[in-house]
């Protein structure tokens, strides 16, 4: 049973910093591709960052790409998204996502990434983000 469990959500100032962490199991995470998401109460979940399995290379959201980094540790199972100069429009619940990857896998586009990738099946419950100003 996959299970991908998030923290290191809070409440800081803009300008601030934090590192949302997903630890996962049931899965191994440098076999699947990653994401992470975000959703504001009211609108539609979007795209901040995905990496694929056994490849180089990331996927951002264009304006969050020179603040946000996504990365992994495969000995713990756990993937990471490093955030830095928030600011209050980043508030939002952040979600961990992982897709599967092989033939027959369903692909989706997705918004704020502006790429088709894998359909991300496996979700976490999300950890709330919020910036002051």
């Known amino acids: 049973q996959v299970q991908l469990v998030e923290s290191g959500g809070g409440s800081v100032q803009a300008g601030g910093s934090l590192r949302l962490s997903c630890a996962a199991s049931g899965v191994n995470i440098s076999s699947w591709y990653m994401g992470w998401f975000r959703q504001v109460l009211g609108k539609e979940r979007e795209g901040v960052a995905a990496m694929p399995p056994g490849i180089p290379g990331t996927y951002y959201a264009d304006s969050l790409k020179d603040r946000f980094t996504i990365f992994r540790d495969n000995a713990k199972n756990t993937l990471y998204l490093e955030m830095s100069s928030l600011q209050p429009e980043d508030t939002a619940m952040y979600y961990c996502?992982?897709?599967?990857?092989?033939?027959?896998?369903?692909?989706?586009?997705?918004?704020?990434?502006?790429?088709?990738?894998?359909?991300?099946?496996?979700w976490g419950q999300g950890t709330q983000v919020t910036v002051s100003s």
């Open positions: 996502a992982a897709a599967r990857v092989g033939p027959g896998q369903r692909m989706r586009y997705i918004k704020g990434l502006g790429s088709t990738l894998p359909e991300f099946g496996f």
